[in-house]
């Protein structure tokens, strides 16, 4: 069973700031299957990434991700205020456990 | 515009079973042709996958869940449902239904969700 480890549990930074996320897998794992999500409170989550580097539908820009093997990244290049959220990066049946990120 | 609702009891009794039916609508081609997820949130923790369906009722299911759950489709209806049987109260989580991704036979990415409707399984 692959087990994604994200880092931090935490991050907290102000607007305009970049922002790098990180997903470790347990074991080497397929990037075609690696996607990353943006959650609010109360909504549902959305979909930012997937196969490690493909922007969602009308996902801006500023969201990238990046990596291979065991090490994947998301960065938000410049923080806006409605980027502050939990984000959480999945590999097939496996979820991370999720980054918090917050206002600073 | 793809749009999912999830249906069902929002309280369901311990060792009962809990039944959730996902609604598809809008969109070209609703229910046909794409894999269909159920995912799960504990009340203030993360996302469990519990299965996904292909429209032509092939399953996969979470290994931890295998045992106690039903995954079908009705593509008639353009809705997919869910049972969970023997429930506990570690079973109580806001259950979502969800597409995967076009394109994608396994690994499933979910573009599209519902907004998730929370069961809580107490007496």
């Known amino acids: 069973e692959i087990v994604l480890t994200q880092s931090p549990g935490t991050l907290s930074l102000s607007p305009g700031e970049r922002a790098t996320l990180s997903c470790r897998a347990s074991?080497?794992?397929?990037?075609?299957?690696l996607a990353w999500y943006q959650q609010k409170p109360g909504q549902a989550p959305r979909l930012l990434i997937y196969?490690?580097?493909s922007r969602a539908t009308g996902i801006p820009d500023r969201f990238s991700g990046s990596g291979s093997g065991t090490d994947f990244t998301l960065t938000i290049s410049r923080l806006e205020p409605e980027d502050f959220a939990v984000y959480y990066c999945q590999h097939s049946e496996t979820f991370g456990q999720g980054t918090k990120l917050e206002i600073k | 515009q793809l749009q999912l609702q999830e249906s069902g009891p929002g309280l369901v009794k311990p060792s009962e079973t809990l039944s959730l039916t996902c609604t598809v609508s809008g969109g070209s081609s609703s229910s046909n042709t794409y894999y269909w997820g159920w995912i799960r949130q504990p009340p203030g923790k993360g996302l469990e996958w519990i299965g996904t369906i292909y429209y032509s009722g092939s399953t996969y299911y979470n290994p931890s869940l295998k045992s106690r759950v039903t995954i079908s489709v009705d593509t008639s209806k353009n809705q997919f449902s869910l049972k969970l049987r023997s429930v506990t109260a570690a079973d109580t989580a806001v259950y979502y239904c969800a597409r995967v991704y076009p394109s994608y036979s396994s690994g499933w990415p979910f573009d599209y969700w519902g907004q998730g409707t929370l069961v809580t399984v107490s007496s």
């Open positions: 074991q080497s794992v397929s990037s075609s299957y």
């Open positions: 196969g490690a580097s």
